[in-house]
Structures are given as structure tokens and as C-alpha cells.
Nanobody, 125 residues
Framework: QAQLVESGGGLVQPGGSLRLSCAGS????????MAWFRQAPGKEREFVAA????????VYEDSVKGRFSISRNNARNTVYLQMNSLKPEDTAVYYC??????????????????WGQGTQVTVSS
């Protein structure tokens, strides 16, 4: 059974950095486009970043461009989200998602076959 497990969340001060990881198991990871989404309290889940199957194409939500970077290591079945210059408005539960033979663009539209359970990121002084 396919499973995605996020890690790396926590409490960080404004301006700080965090690196999230999402490990996949039970699926052919190299056949899936991957993405990160987030959901803040009282808000709907929103797209953050996506990466194509081979990692050659990425898409970012406007508010994180230049601050966040998505990458993947297919040999380790893992996708990463490097988050720099964090702001209080980045506080949310972050979820990774996998889409079979999808593109980064379709993942950005919310299409996914599997979702992780999420990891909390809190940006506060």
C-alpha cells in the first residue's frame, strides 16, 4: 500500500529556515510527480510547489517564489521542500502529494493520487 510520510516540521523564528522531507513507500516513486500543499487554521488547503517526475520542471505558488525550493531524489524515494526567509503567514500543516504520471502543472491544480498525513510548521517569535 502506498504511503507518504512527511518530516522536518517544527517551530522556527521569522526569517529562519526549515527543510521538509517526504518519503514514499509502496509505490514506484520515479513514476510520480510530487507536490507540497499546506493548510493554515481556518483556511482551505493551498498549493505550494510541485516537481515533475524526473525533476526537470518545477512550479511554485507566487507567495513562496524565491524563498522555497522543491527537489527530489528518486534513488531515495524522497521529495524535499527547502523553506527560507520564513514568515508567520507560512504557518500551516504541510502535506506532500503524489500523482501517477502527472506533470508539475497538473499537480499544481490539485490533482493527486496519494497524500501524506502532514507536518506542522509554525513561524513565530
Amino acid at each position: 500500500q502506498a504511503q507518504l510520510v512527511e518530516s522536518g516540521g517544527g517551530l522556527v523564528q521569522p526569517g529562519g529556515s526549515l527543510r521538509l522531507s517526504c518519503a514514499g513507500s509502496g509505490l514506484t516513486f520515479s513514476s510520480y510527480a510530487m507536490a507540497w500543499f499546506r493548510q493554515a487554521p481556518g483556511k482551505e488547503r493551498e498549493f505550494v510547489a510541485a516537481i515533475s517526475i524526473v525533476g526537470s520542471s518545477t512550479v511554485y505558488e507566487d507567495s513562496v517564489k524565491g524563498r522555497f525550493s522543491i527537489s527530489r531524489n528518486n534513488a531515495r524515494n524522497t521529495v524535499y521542500l527547502q523553506m527560507n526567509s520564513l514568515k508567520p503567514e507560512d504557518t500551516a500543516v504541510y502535506y506532500c502529494a503524489a500523482g501517477y504520471r502527472d506533470t508539475a502543472q497538473t499537480m499544481a491544480a490539485g490533482r493527486a493520487d496519494y497524500w501524506g498525513q502532514g507536518t506542522q510548521v509554525t513561524v513565530s517569535s
